[in-house]
T-cell receptor, first 113, second 110 residues
């Protein structure tokens, strides 16, 4: 299994541009999440999904959209990039059930100029 | 604000010493998890303790949970230089959201 994969690894955007961060998992996990991590800080939840067709907002959803058309994929869309969205973005997945642990992707570093 | 808060923010010790990190949280939880993050990398799960457990061991790791005080501690015994990393606690609530603290930066000096 490849686990959780993210593309791209690094991206530079100009203010106002849009882009999609890709996330895929091959473990048939129901739950998928997007986090952002700013320097010296922990992870903040942007959006999450408990299954295909179901998404919900996390702590910092503004400026981001998600969709979950398949179990495997959970893309994160930046509608109009702002410098405040410069961060490292992590995608994660886990099986359903509260005993389960979460698996993280390697992250996408985003710089918005 | 973050559900989990780690203490201390940074910890520097010598190889062979024990390292203790603490985590406090605010709401009821289903479980509490500890993760490790090496510089520039993703997070790796270390250990999970359920809300009805008080202590758990995994190799050189020992985790305790006190639900009455809403706190947990992670003890790394006989630390090694390779243990240098950031350590995060995360709490899973009934809403299925996993919320992370701000982390403790551990430096183990050879």
């Amino acid at each position: 299994n490849a686990g959780v994969t993210q593309t791209p690894k690094f991206q530079v955007l100009k203010t106002g541009q849009s882009m999609t961060l890709q996330c895929a998992q091959d473990m048939n996990h129901e739950y998928m999440s997007w986090y952002r991590q700013d320097p010296g800080m922990g992870l903040r939840l942007i959006h999450y999904s408990v299954g295909a067709g179901i998404t919900d907002q996390g702590e910092v959803p503004n400026g981001y959209n998600v969709s979950r058309s398949t179990t495997e994929d959970f893309p994160l869309r930046l509608l109009s990039a702002a410098p405040s969205q410069t961060s490292v973005y992590f995608c994660a997945s886990r099986p359903s059930g509260w005993r389960e642990t979460q698996y993280f992707g390697p992250g996408t570093r985003l710089l918005v100029l | 604000s973050q559900q989990g808060e780690e203490d201390p923010q940074a910890l520097s010790i010598q190889e062979g010493e024990n390292a203790t990190m603490n985590c406090s949280y605010k709401t009821s939880i289903n479980n509490l998890q500890w993760y490790r993050q090496n510089s520039g990398r993703g997070l790796v799960h270390l250990i999970l303790i359920r809300s009805n457990e008080r202590e758990k061991h995994s190799g050189r790791l020992r985790v305790t949970l006190d639900t009455s005080k809403k706190s947990s501690s992670l003890l790394i015994t006989a630390s090694r230089a390779a243990d240098t990393a950031s350590y995060f606690c995360a709490t899973l609530t009934s809403g299925s959201r996993l919320t992370f603290g701000e982390g403790t930066q551990l430096t183990v000096n050879p």
